[in-house]
């Protein structure tokens, strides 16, 4: 059973950064497309992310020029680097993984459709 397990969330005043990283247990060459989602109370799940094997990213508007997500396949792990964080950023964070290395099937539109394996979350939570 192939874990993907996230760490470094938590609490940052508004404008500050976070990075988090997500381990996989398996080697993510096996892994076409790999994302971050978030959740925040009250909304539904979005994605927010997504990184193909090969590179190419995606990002929500919402993130677009904040975020950088990317990923080592020598060490297994995916990172998003979160910049100039907003309240409206809080919400628990997610990764997923695919088996796909259909690059159209790792858009943001179309990812979530596919995901085979999603990690337990880290909270982010960002003060104004």
């Known amino acids: 059973q192939v874990q993907l397990m996230e760490s470094g969330g938590g609490s940052v005043q508004a404008g500050g950064s976070l990075r988090l990283s997500c381990e996989s247990s398996t080697s993510t060459h096996n892994l076409g497309c790999m994302a971050w989602f978030r959740q925040a109370p009250g909304k539904e799940r979005e994605a927010v992310a997504t990184?193909?094997?090969?590179?190419?990213?995606t990002y929500a508007d919402s993130v677009q020029g904040r975020f950088t997500i990317s990923r080592d396949n020598g060490k297994d792990i995916m990172y998003l680097q979160m910049n100039s964080l907003r309240h409206e950023d809080t919400a628990m964070y997610s990764c997923?993984?695919?088996?796909?290395?259909?690059?159209?099937?790792?858009?943001?539109?179309?990812?979530?459709?596919?995901?085979?394996?999603w990690g337990q979350g880290t909270q982010v939570t960002v003060s104004s």
């Open positions: 990184i193909h094997f090969g590179g190419t990213t």
């Open positions: 997923a993984a695919t088996h796909n290395f259909d690059w159209g099937r790792c858009s943001l539109a179309s990812v979530s459709t596919f995901v085979v394996y």
